[in-house]
T-cell receptor, first 109, second 113 residues
């Protein structure tokens, strides 16, 4: 199972674009890359998922280079409510996702 | 939000007692998961189910058992609770396995004294 590495914490200010990069050197051919957001005292919430190149939804963008050994979650123009922990996951169809420690994002006014 | 409930939401129990946590879904999703979350460890998969009576172990399954007799219910049992099992437990469901989107419940905070 592929392990992920991401920064433990990041700081940003309201209105800025935030990019969180995740390293997954041992990603397998069938693995998807998924990002979750977690607020205190809540379960994680799905943000975005991709397999290659770029994926965009109403919340974020996900950039995946050709070798797929890393990925970058991009949050455009963050607000205070984006303060949360963000998890990068790599998983196959076997159901065994592995959550790392996540990146604690702090957005300041 | 996906229809997932967990019960109880909070529980305090003594070492050595059995504890059962319940996850109930109204989405009729095939896959269900139990995770625990501890400071410094993120979420770790305990067990998961890919159908009624079909379960498999996750990365931290020792000391836990699960059962799924109905599509909507997935039970996590601590046969003899230990202080190391003090944690927040999350249930999740998904339509497809593995890399697909998982929907999480509100969590159960378990304290073993």
């Amino acid at each position: 199972l592929a392990k992920t590495t991401q920064p433990i914490s990041m700081d940003s200010y309201e209105g800025q674009e935030v990019n969180i990069t995740c390293s997954h050197n041992n990603i397998a051919t069938n693995d998807y890359i998924t990002w979750y957001q977690q607020f205190p005292s809540q379960g994680p919430r799905f943000i975005i998922q991709g397999y290659k190149t770029k994926v965009t939804n109403e919340v974020a963008s996900l950039f995946i280079p050709a070798d797929r050994k890393s990925s970058t979650l991009s949050l455009p123009r963050v607000s205070l409510s984006d303060t949360a922990v963000y998890y990068c996951l790599v998983g196959d169809q076997g159901g065994k996702l592995i959550f790392g420690q996540g990146t604690e994002l702090s957005v300041k006014p | 939000d996906a229809g997932i409930t967990q019960s109880p939401r909070h529980k305090v129990t003594e070492t050595g007692t059995p504890v059962t946590l319940r996850c109930h879904q109204t989405e009729n999703h095939r896959y269900m998961y139990w995770y625990r979350q501890d400071p410094g460890h993120g979420l770790r998969l305990i067990h998961y189910s890919y159908g009624v009576k079909d379960t498999d172990k996750g990365e931290v399954s020792d000391g836990y058992s699960v059962s799924r007799s109905k599509t909507e219910d997935f039970l996590l049992t601590l046969e003899s609770a230990t202080s190391s099992q003090t944690s927040v437990y999350f249930c999740a469901i998904s339509v497809l396995a593995g890399g697909e989107e998982q929907y999480f419940g509100p969590g159960t905070r378990l304290t073993v004294t």
